[in-house]
């Protein structure tokens, strides 16, 4: 018989006499605190005598969550991730219970598949139906006018941290959660984070370091440095993991790369129906966890050399990590278009992903995708669901080029996407925010104005190597030689030519996007990573 609810399973006396055999008895009082919200450690507890209260405090007044009676257990998906708690928990009456550390709830459900699995589940349910309830989370006050807190915002969301978004200029509650917190609006944006303190204006680095996704590195040798948590990073991590590698994953921005940002991914392999990016990275993100793969984010890789036993990476701000094998999975980032006004609106109207924080300010009007490939396909068709109508500009005479077929006939027959043949953007216009923006078509010579709020950017792709620049040998647009690709080194020895995927120096892998003659798929890059 199944549980009914698969967020919150009863464990019979088996499962508990083999959780037993990694935990400590600890005891409660009625009222006492088992673990508080931002914690990062000593969240799973099994109740043997009477009950654990579940409160969300994010928000204005406490709530229940749940009551974990007995045989049930605390802990959600923070367990794997190491990030902070985002909920309490209360002794109701006198507790009996058995603890169990974040590392021997790792090697539980890596070792008893059956067990594992029914924790799990019940993690991953557990945040759902905890967003579902309403949960506040992490509240970010600020302007929709302001780059810093789209910057915020976008962080947040790309690292699938709950977050609620409150405008000031819209939103007549957000003027009183100031004035409870005592800030003014010049110091705005504000991030307020339960048990952390007020935020102001923070930077990308000091909100990660709050909320728990990034720590100190130390000084550990890992057996693999994962640089770039996309697709192929990814792949990499839980391959490496599985097989019992210390592995630590680097990111400058936030796990699932462009692929993460994805509305919707159908062409990859066994999901018939598609699969949003955030979702398909999201999971994979928690299968690496599940075997010990640990994260930085953001941790921005500035160098590379051999200290002569292994290979150092420093990062931008001069922390170090130390590894027997490196794998490159930087990727690329799409285009910056060359347009007159661009900068000024990046951020404020000019996007390079088409999620839900960005539509947030233009739903009631006509938006502007730039680009003809499957990225630019897949934000058209998510930003026709959400916003009056979608104007899609196509330097070429048509898509099927440079798009999938099925995707491309799916564009040409939604009737709420104009597809504009030989267009591009010359001018970009407006005061605070994008207002409006020129366009002109290339053989007609015909300009036209079209009045939006967003421009979104799905064009070209430069690799992210400027750091490795003399240190590994790469073409002239930057891509990695690997392989039989590698035409100079003076590391090698006689004996052998580099791996298919190892680049000029020994030890140091690429894959995907980054890596010279790699195939532009999501499935290519996982492929790639999982090789490495």
Same mark, same amino acid.
């Given at each position: ?19 037993? /055999? ?59 991730? /190491? ?67 789209? /910057? ?262 939604? /009737? ?117």
């Amino acid at each position: 018989m199944t549980d009914p609810n698969p967020a919150f399973p009863k464990l019979d006396a088996d499962e508990i006499a083999s959780i037993a /055999r990694h935990a400590a008895a600890r005891h409660f009082d009625d009222g006492e605190p088992l673990f508080e919200v931002g914690s990062t450690a000593g969240t799973f507890f099994v109740v043997l005598t009477g009950a654990v209260e579940i409160l969300d405090t994010s928000g204005d007044e406490p709530r229940r969550v749940v009551l974990h009676g007995l045989d049930e257990f605390t802990g959600d998906i923070d367990i794997l991730s /190491r990030r902070r708690t985002v909920v309490s928990a209360v002794a109701r009456g006198g507790v009996d219970a058995l603890e169990v550390s974040p590392g021997d709830i790792r090697m539980i459900i890596t070792e008893e598949p059956s067990l594992g699995d029914k924790l799990l589940r019940a993690f991953i349910a557990r945040r759902e139906q905890l967003i579902d309830s309403g949960f506040t989370g992490v509240r970010v006050i600020g302007s929709a006018s302001s780059r810093d807190a789209y /910057r915020i915002r976008d962080f947040l969301t790309r690292n699938r941290v709950p977050v609620t978004w409150m405008d000031v200029d819209n939103d007549p509650h957000a003027a009183e959660t100031l004035q409870h917190f005592g800030v003014r609006s010049d110091a705005l944006p504000v991030v307020v984070c339960e048990g952390q303190p007020l935020l102001r204006n923070p930077s990308t680095r000091q909100l990660a370091e709050a909320l728990g996704l990034r720590r100190p590195l130390g000084d550990e040798v890992y057996d693999l440095v994962i640089v770039g948590a996309g697709p192929s990073g990814l792949g990499a991590a839980v391959y490496a993991a599985s097989e019992g590698l210390s592995t630590l994953l680097l990111d400058s921005d936030a796990p699932g790369g462009q692929a993460g940002a994805s509305s919707k991914i159908e062409n990859y392999l066994g999901f018939p129906i598609g699969v949003t990016g955030a979702d398909l990275t999201g999971n994979a993100t928690l299968q690496a966890q599940k075997f010990g793969a640990r994260f930085s984010t953001p941790s921005i890789a500035s160098s590379i050399h051999d200290d002569g036993d292994n290979i150092v990476i420093t990062l931008m701000d001069g922390e170090t990590a130390t590894a027997r094998s490196v794998l490159i999975a930087t990727g690329a980032e799409y285009c910056k278009l060359n347009v007159p006004g661009r900068e000024r609106f990046e951020g404020l109207g000019v996007y390079y992903s088409a999620t839900l924080t960005e539509i947030s300010t233009c739903v009631t009007s006509d938006v502007v995708v730039v680009g003809a490939g499957n990225s630019a396909g897949q934000g058209a068709m998510f930003l026709a669901k959400h916003t009056r109508k979608v104007i899609m500009l196509v330097r070429g005479d048509n898509l099927n080029a440079s798009m999938s077929l099925y995707l491309a006939d799916r564009l040409r027959a939604n /009737r709420n996407i104009e597809i504009l043949y030989h267009t591009s953007i010359t001018q970009m216009e407006g005061s605070e925010r994008l207002e409006r923006i020129q366009i002109e078509n290339s053989q007609t010579g015909e300009q036209r104005t079209i009045d939006t709020p967003a421009v979104f950017t799905f064009i070209g792709a430069i690799p992210h190597t400027d750091w490795l620049r003399g240190s590994i040998e790469m073409d002239a647009k930057g891509f990695i030689c690997t392989g039989r690709a590698v035409t100079r080194s003076e590391s090698w020895k006689p004996d052998r030519w580099p791996y298919l995927l190892e680049t000029s120096h020994p030890g140091i892998f690429a894959a995907g996007d980054v890596r010279l003659g790699s195939v532009k798929r999501v499935a290519a890059a996982v492929g790639e990573g999982s090789m490495a």
